[in-house]
């Protein structure tokens, strides 16, 4: 019956209805009352249906800037870096220029961070583009990945979007590729094969012959100096796509409250009062803290020590979500109840605060507000991020607290208001791009305020309200930025002044490690003195204990090699792992990071 009324029917959907139904197919069919076929389906990862949408007109900045790269068509490789304010529309000319390539029938690859495109990127995409676009993403299911992969291999499709591994869509002929949010720091792959999303780009930009289009409000240093050498070309969108201004931003002077209440140093006076006027507007306000959990820092009340991981060398966050101490970095847990190692006592006091303990405080604060948390810990199971991004559009939460999670490209209209409750908390990381990392993270998480029609405020806490980066991400203002920084960056030899790569070296024991870490300090020693190429233009700092020094029971150090010739930084990288003593002992790892992001 069911068959006949929908003329075709899966297995799968007709079990569900009749779960008897395996069993009566065979005979069916050989009575010759249905037939049975077999079929390739794709499964779309969209959980809602997606309105085709019809392209917009383009402002002048944006058809200026589309046509710049237009009319490079057909001369090969050339890289542009699109520098756009946050909301100034460059997924649109993204678009445009996609489009513009399948005409000519041709291919597209667009890399997007994962969180955006699973937010809104995809779902723009699919509304312009329908069936031909491919996705890929980690939150989709191995049955899913497989068939996107399928659907390009099977040139079922001319675009893919997806994060860093669809650099590698096995495409032919590509008109043109793009990057989006180039800065950002999950393009860098650093586990197994490590590679850079973002480098690569380029690299099959010039073998395929094809245009590629980096972008971002907040490009990395390195690109922006390719800018400034003239590999890159520059292009700009300097307003708002509705016309807003740029949201107004407050800092306010964390010094003030030291000797205050506790709570006054986490959420200001000032930040409360815009909360209140936020929600009486009915307005949705964004809090922003990059560090996860309860208590970020529990200390014992009786002998003074702070609760570390057992098997690596930092302390342990509480999580009261889950009642448990746990290490950010191997992810084991310790009950609450735990006594101190220690002196065995039981009473440990919560110092140090993440987005759990926000929250909380938030909930006590507006009692009336519906709060919503986005940080690693609530979204760890499939769907928790699209169920949060989809309650903060459909504006069911009125206010959202979450780490950088919540920083990154999404487009609320509704949020009004940004609040960062720590600007300074990665300043201090001991890590040539702090700097970096923290204007961007700034300047991005400011961006979310006032894309709609009502424009955005931002209130900013900080214990350094003069530090320049601090300035220039009140101004959301890129190049004053690059040019604090650069001299910096210039003046140590550090990227992108210079090319870089790290050793990594680890091992079971703190002593053996060490001992293996002066060996290879040995062979660089000796290429450097006796190799007459490498005297005087390859710098080596190091062997030196990691700053996190043991994680997972495994103890680090690390070597620093750099150079402005990164033909020989490979050169000397490869003599040493060709030595025969550079070989680690079993159980012993010695790793290669060119280009290292993770320098802690
Ligand atoms: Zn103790
Ligand atoms: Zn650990």
């Not at 003030?256 to 006054?264: A, H, I, L, S």
């Not at 609760?307 to 009642?323: A, E, Q, S, V, Y």
């Not at 990381?429 to 931002?458: C, H, K, M, N």
């Not at 053996?512 to 490498?534: M, Q």
């Amino acid at each position: 019956m069911r068959v006949k009324q929908k003329q075709e029917i899966s297995l799968a959907g007709l079990k569900v209805e009749i779960p008897t139904a395996a069993a009566l197919i065979k005979p069916l069919a050989e009575a010759g009352f249905i037939k049975v076929i077999q079929r390739r389906v794709f499964r779309d990862p969209l959980g809602d249906p997606v309105e085709p949408d019809r392209p917009p007109e383009l402002t002048a900045e944006q058809t200026a800037v589309v046509k710049q790269v237009q009319d490079r068509h057909g001369q090969g490789f050339a890289a542009f870096l699109l520098t756009g304010v946050t909301g100034s529309g460059k997924t649109e000319v993204y678009m445009r220029l996609v489009s513009d390539v399948i005409e000519n029938g041709k291919k597209a690859i667009v890399l997007v961070p994962e969180i955006a495109l699973i937010s809104q990127t995809e779902r723009r995409f699919r509304a312009r583009f329908g069936e031909r676009v491919a996705v890929i993403h980690s939150a989709l299911s191995r049955g899913e990945l497989l068939d996107q992969w399928r659907k390009i291999s099977l040139d079922k499709t001319d675009i893919v979007i997806g994060a860093r591994s669809s650099v590698f869509a096995p495409f032919d002929h590509i008109g043109i590729i793009v990057v989006d949010e180039e800065h950002d720091t999950s393009y860098k792959q650093e586990t197994g094969l490590r590679y850079n999303a973002r480098d690569l780009a380029l690299v099959r930009g010039k073998l395929s012959g094809c245009p590629v289009l980096l972008g971002s409000a907040t490009p990395s240093l390195q690109s922006y100096q390719n800018v400034v050498l003239k590999r890159f070309e520059e292009l700009k969108l300097e307003s708002r796509i509705n016309r807003n201004p740029l949201p107004e931003i407050t800092l306010v002077d964390l010094k003030k409250y030291k000797d205050g209440r506790p709570d006054q140093r986490i959420i200001t006076p000032e930040l409360s009062k815009a909360v209140r006027q936020c929600l009486d507007k009915g307005d949705q306000a964004l809090i922003f803290l990059n560090r996860r959990g309860f208590s970020t820092f529990p200390v014992c009340r009786e002998c003074g020590k702070a609760l570390t991981c057992r098997f690596c060398d930092i302390t342990l966050t509480l999580h009261k979500g889950c009642n448990e101490y746990r290490c950010h970095l191997c992810g084991c847990g310790v009950p609450v109840d735990t006594a101190c190692p220690e002196c065995k006592s039981k009473k440990i006091r919560p110092l140090g605060f993440g987005t759990e303990k926000v929250e909380s405080m938030l909930k006590e604060r507006f009692p009336d507000a519906r709060i919503a948390r986005m940080d690693q810990d609530s979204t760890s199971r499939k769907g928790d991020v699209v169920r949060i991004l989809k309650s903060i559009r459909n504006r069911t939460v009125d206010i959202v607290v979450g780490t950088q999670m919540l920083a990154k490209g999404h487009d609320f209209p509704s949020i009004t208001l940004v609040g960062v409750i720590c600007a300074d908390l990665s300043l201090s990381l001991p890590d040539f791009r702090a700097g970096e990392r923290t204007f961007q993270l700034l300047a991005q998480v400011a961006g979310r305020a006032g894309r709609g029609d009502t424009p955005g405020r931002v209130i900013m806490q900080t214990y350094n309200p003069d530090h320049f980066i601090i300035e220039a991400s009140r101004k959301q203002d890129f190049h004053e930025f690059f040019h604090n920084e650069a001299p910096f960056r210039k003046a140590l030899m550090y990227p992108p002044f210079s090319r870089m790569t790290q050793l990594k070296i680890s091992g079971p024991d703190s002593g053996k490690v060490k001992a293996y870490a002066g060996v290879l300090e040995a062979i660089l020693k000796n290429l450097l003195d006796n190799e007459a190429p490498f005297k005087g233009r390859v710098q080596v700092l190091g062997p030196v204990e990691a700053p996190i020094q043991k994680i997972s029971s495994r103890f680090r150090w690390q070597i620093l090699i750099k150079s402005p010739s990164s033909a020989l930084v490979n050169r000397l990288v490869r003599s040493v792992l060709d030595h025969p003593r550079a070989k680690p002992k079993p159980g012993f790892i010695l790793s290669v990071d060119v280009d290292p992001y993770f320098l802690m």
